[in-house]
Antibody, heavy 120, light 107 residues
């Protein structure tokens, strides 16, 4: 059974930093692209960042480029999102999601999400 | 960036009736179009990928169609568990982009 479990969310002050983790199981993690997708309270879905199976290629939304860093540890089956210079508009539930194909496709599995609140 | 536009924002439907949801892309996305369902407090769930391929366990009352820039999700006979928000998304190019969602509510 494929599972993705996010952790690391919480309350952080504007300008602060936070690292999210996503532990996965049930599939060969090192083969698949994985992403972070967020959802602000009462709003729609926004893709944030993606990383290739090897970790060699990373992709970012303009809204987070230069502030967020995606990484992965294939030996630990874990995806990370290092977030810095956080702003109020980064407040959202952050989901990790697996792509359906090794080099692309849709998101076929999602975690339950972790809430990040940026507020003073 | 490919902009995805969904319409209507909200549709009110009686149980047993048909619902038709639209998704338009600002440029062609080939067959790289997916639909997700999201219920309150839950993560999105894959419904239909590659325009028209139902995911495992998705009942046949859900169907997807379209090509190029115009796509449609049809729910042929709404059941109580289908009242939710539906999102389309393109995966043709970076950045991956979602539509704003269509809420299907009980009439």
């Amino acid at each position: 059974e494929v599972q993705l479990l996010e952790s690391g969310g919480g309350l952080v002050q504007p300008g602060g930093s936070l690292r999210l983790s996503c532990a996965v199981s049930g599939f060969t993690f090192s083969i698949y692209h994985v992403s972070w997708v967020r959802q602000a309270p009462g709003k729609g879905l926004e893709w944030v960042s993606a990383i290739s199976g090897s970790g060699d290629n990373t992709y970012y939304a303009d809204s987070v480029r230069g502030r967020f860093t995606i990484s992965r540890d294939n030996s630990k089956n874990t995806l990370y999102l290092q977030m810095s210079s956080l702003r109020a508009e980064d407040t959202a539930i952050y989901y990790c999601a697996k792509r359906s194909r090794a080099n692309g496709g849709c998101f076929d599995y999602w975690g339950q999400g972790t809430l990040v609140t940026v507020s003073s | 960036e490919i902009v995805m536009t969904q319409s209507p924002a909200t549709v009110s439907v009686s149980p047993g009736e048909r619902a038709t949801l639209s998704c338009r892309a600002s440029q062609g996305v080939f067959s790289n179009l997916v639909w997700y369902q999201q219920k309150p407090g839950q993560a999105p769930r894959l419904l239909i990928s590659d325009v028209s391929t139902r995911a495992t366990g998705i009942p046949p009352r859900f169907s997807g169609s379209g090509s190029g820039t115009e796509f449609t999700l049809t729910i042929s006979s709404l059941q109580s568990e289908d009242f939710a928000v539906y999102y389309c998304q393109q995966y043709t190019q970076w950045p991956l982009t979602f539509g704003g969602g269509t809420k299907v509510e009980i009439k």
